[in-house]
């Protein structure tokens, strides 16, 4: 009901809008050009488009906003961007025709309207829905690659010494897995993914909160770890894709009384060019990946032991690694002591484990160092500011995820 009056209200304010005129000697023009390569958040920003959107009275707050706010300057426009299943219905034809006007931008996006701002509008909606699309179809078949592969029973071989009853509620439980770090990618497209992944509120401090039950009788032995690792991981697609077609529906489908929709375009953060499915495939197997060790390791009391180079021929005699002018190891806690030097377990190959997911050895060592540092550990890891942070390199994770304990000194 109140989605009706609402659209009574606001939807013949929204048509009768100044913004979108009608005469020839009125009608509005560019500042650049508006060819694939202008679309551009620079060109948004010349061409004043927020001011646009912000002088356009109840912009976003309709049901369907996107498609009836294309539809008013152009009825022939058919722009249905609510099916994450059907992108062909989610694009601006550059072919159209409008009999007796001119048409500087013909054959482009911002041909296809009278105010030919609304082509930058209109492509940023195309963009948020293809990042969206992408994400949602690249989760199975990225989950699938690991499930069809050794990692998960390499990671429980490389991670263990021997035979190590677990159980799979504190081993593999992925209640704390980040929606938002699941797609990330590495390198210069996690500058874009982190200008526009924000914008999506119905995603942001999403976290998978729940396990399967039906994990409930299984044995809870080493034996069993690898499967049980691959029923929690094979609850991520679905998770994934229910949260993509929800953030859309936001956009495209939902009412709103206030300025997300506007907000959610500001500054052209929209026309950041979409990831590709192929890419993020590649991004979420690798997370999934990093997620599963941190998570393993923290659950089996992982520590990173710091020693001096000489000391009992350590980084020799030892699996360590020189970092920080430091002989390094990872070593997991026998029982209830404390790890030592003398004392704990060596997972068979824990340099092997880090390297199946991407990282360098290095990159683990100082993340939980770093951690240790700031008085944290992995239950403070740190999600949403690993999406603020303006490190984009390849081997860029948030801070603490290996919040390991650190035993001795970089002193």
């Not at 996107?66 to 072919?95: E, G, V, Y």
Request: hydrophobic share 35%.
């Amino acid at each position: 009901m109140m989605n009706s009056v609402i659209t009574t209200i606001l939807l013949p304010l929204v048509l009768a809008s100044p913004l979108q005129p009608r005469q020839e000697d009125e009608r509005p023009t560019l500042n650049t050009g508006c060819e694939p390569g202008d679309l551009t958040p620079e060109n948004w920003r010349t061409n004043a488009i927020d001011a646009t959107i912000s002088g356009t009275l109840g912009f976003g707050q309709v049901p369907e906003y996107p498609r009836l706010f294309l539809q008013d300057d152009n009825p022939r426009l058919d722009f249905q961007c609510s099916d994450l299943n059907n992108p062909d219905k989610c694009t601006i034809p550059t072919n159209f025709i409008f009999v007796g006007e001119s048409n500087d931008f013909s054959g482009t996006v911002c041909g296809a309207f009278h105010n030919p701002q609304l082509g930058f509008i209109g492509q940023a909606w195309v963009n948020l829905y293809t990042h969206l699309r992408n994400i949602n179809n690249a989760v199975q078949p990225a989950v699938d690659s690991i499930l069809n592969s050794n990692f998960i029973d390499e990671l429980v071989t490389k991670s263990t010494a021997e035979p190590l009853p677990i159980p799979k509620e504190v081993l593999f439980k992925l209640a704390e897995l980040s929606l938002v770090f699941v797609p990330a990618p590495i390198g210069p497209e996690l500058a874009a993914f982190r200008t526009i992944v924000p914008r999506f509120k119905k995603l942001a401090g999403k976290l998978l909160k729940n396990a399967r039950n039906e994990q409930a009788e299984q044995d809870e032995n080493i034996d069993n770890q690898p499967q049980i690792l691959k029923d929690l991981l094979g609850s991520v697609p679905a998770w994934v894709q229910e949260n993509m077609k929800e953030q859309n529906d936001d956009i495209f489908l939902n009412t709103h009384s206030d300025n997300t929709i506007g907000d959610m375009l500001k500054d052209g953060a929209g026309l950041s060019t979409p990831t590709s499915q192929e890419d993020y495939e590649k991004a979420i197997s690798r997370n999934l990946k990093i997620f599963a060790l941190a998570q393993m390791w923290t659950k089996i009391s992982m520590n990173l032991l710091l020693s001096d180079p000489d000391e009992f021929g350590q980084c020799i005699s030892e699996p360590s690694t020189r970092v920080r002018d430091k002989c390094m190891q990872f070593k997991y806690r026998d029982g209830t002591t404390p790890v030592t030097l003398a004392t704990g377990e060596h997972p068979r190959d824990a340099a092997g484990a880090i390297a199946s997911t991407g990282l360098n050895f290095d990159t683990v060592a100082n993340n939980a160092i770093d951690c240790q540092n700031a008085g944290k550990t992995f239950s403070d890891v740190d999600f949403d500011g690993f999406l603020t942070s303006d490190n984009d390199n390849d081997q860029a994770i948030p801070a603490c995820l290996f919040g390991v304990p650190v035993v001795g000194s970089l002193e």
